[in-house]
């Protein structure tokens, strides 16, 4: 899959743009707060239908105007698509594919798959469990539609028992608790089956990478927890019966204390939790591992790569690991942002975009 155009309107400090990638790596540079990251970041927000770093989606419009849109033309082994997004100060967004206008955020996932990292993905590292859940949502939901809309129950009914089990009513929660506990563990099935079989993926593909990406020096292992496994079936038995067996737990906490919502990943580099005991540089290569085990899981998933967007990853890499990494990604579009175009070696060769104030020059 590539991205072939991206226009932006009104988007952050863009009036006007319109970008062109090709093929293969595409560097994308300029200085400090000239809008790079904002052309990434537009990039995501037409994969997902939402944004890596803004709060508030209307945080997105250039300040001054009302609105601000983005369109961008894909090409797959499919097709063409194109998916576009309006944002208004004073009302909802609306989001087209193929100039129809959808419904449900859900519509527009899988229509342009990408896979994205900045510093802030390090998140992914160094901070809580919800960070590692996020990173297999995100690429969990661009791959299948029933995992999306099965979070989106599991977080609906998770957050009307947790409200009920802060009832000051006890009979009302015990004679309540079981249908939740059902419609609960049912959405709560899927997601972990998925999880369980992505996680299985994923850690073979980031062990090798990060070998790639290191030279062999150190050893990248990623675990889940594996509290329930099995089909889905067996796993929605023995899910509920946590549950069932968690009630008074749950009760005195006034919260659910077991399920996917608790999941964490276990990442290690030479057996050491790099969370704890990385280096800054061992982090981020430890997430760059991560994100290119996601890009190769959708290429077995679709039989192609999606759109790679690294963004600021090229700091804090050495020069060898930076020619690794290129030698790697130039086999799938990559769209590379930077300070300074030589920061990716041999950049000569590849599309070289520049960008100044919100305008490419």
């Known amino acids: 899959m590539i991205i072939k155009n991206l226009q932006l309107t009104n988007f952050r400090n ?15 540079s300029g200085g400090n707060a000239q809008g790079k990251t904002n052309s990434a ?21 250039k300040r001054g105007e009302k609105f601000a849109k983005i369109k961008g033309v894909a090409s797959s082994l499919y097709g ?15 989001i087209k594919v193929n100039e129809v206008p959808v419904q449900k955020i859900g519509e527009i996932l899988g229509n342009i798959n990408s896979v994205f990292f900045n510093p802030g993905e390090l998140k992914l590292i160094q901070e809580a469990p919800e960070d590692r859940r996020r990173f297999l949502d995100v690429s969990l939901s661009q791959i299948s539609g029933g995992y999306f809309y099965a979070l989106q129950t599991y977080k609906k009914i998770l957050l009307q028992r947790n409200n009920l089990l802060k009832s000051e009513d006890r009979e009302l ?8 506990d059902i419609s609960l563990a049912k959405a709560g099935a899927k997601i972990i089956a998925e999880r369980n079989g992505y996680i299985k993926m994923l850690s073979p593909f980031a062990g090798y990478l990060h070998e790639e990406v290191t030279g062999g020096g150190e050893s990248l292992t990623v675990k889940g927890d594996y509290k329930y496994e099995g089909s889905e079936e067996e796993i929605f038995s023995q899910f509920l019966t946590a549950l069932s067996e968690r009630t008074e737990k749950d009760i005195e906490t006034g919260y659910t204390t077991v ?8 990442i290690k580099i ?12 061992q982090q981020r290569t430890a997430s ?21 967007i690294l963004d600021d990853a090229m700091s804090e890499l050495d020069k060898k ?11 799938m579009q990559t769209i590379i942002t930077c300070t300074e175009p030589e920061c990716v070696p041999n950049y000569q060769s590849y599309n070289n975009i520049v960008v100044e104030d919100g305008k490419l020059v």
């Open 14 to 28: 863009y009036t006007q743009a319109e970008f062109n990638y090709c093929e293969g790596i595409n560097i994308v």
């Open 41 to 61: 970041e537009a990039i995501f927000f037409l994969c997902t239908g939402y944004s890596p770093r803004a709060v508030r989606e209307k945080q997105v419009i």
């Open 80 to 94: 063409d698509v194109t998916v576009g997004i309006d944002f208004f100060e004073d009302k909802n967004k609306i």
């Open 173 to 180: 929660i015990l004679d309540t608790l079981p249908v939740w």
């Open 259 to 266: 399920g996917p919502h608790r999941d964490d990943l276990k």
């Open 270 to 281: 030479n057996g050491v939790d790099v969370r704890v005991f990385g280096s800054q540089g």
């Open 288 to 308: 760059i591992a991560l994100k290119l085990a996601e890009a190769e899981i959708f290429r077995e998933k679709f039989g192609e790569y999606p759109v790679l």
């Open 321 to 331: 690991r930076r020619s690794r990494l290129i030698d790697y990604v130039k086999k």
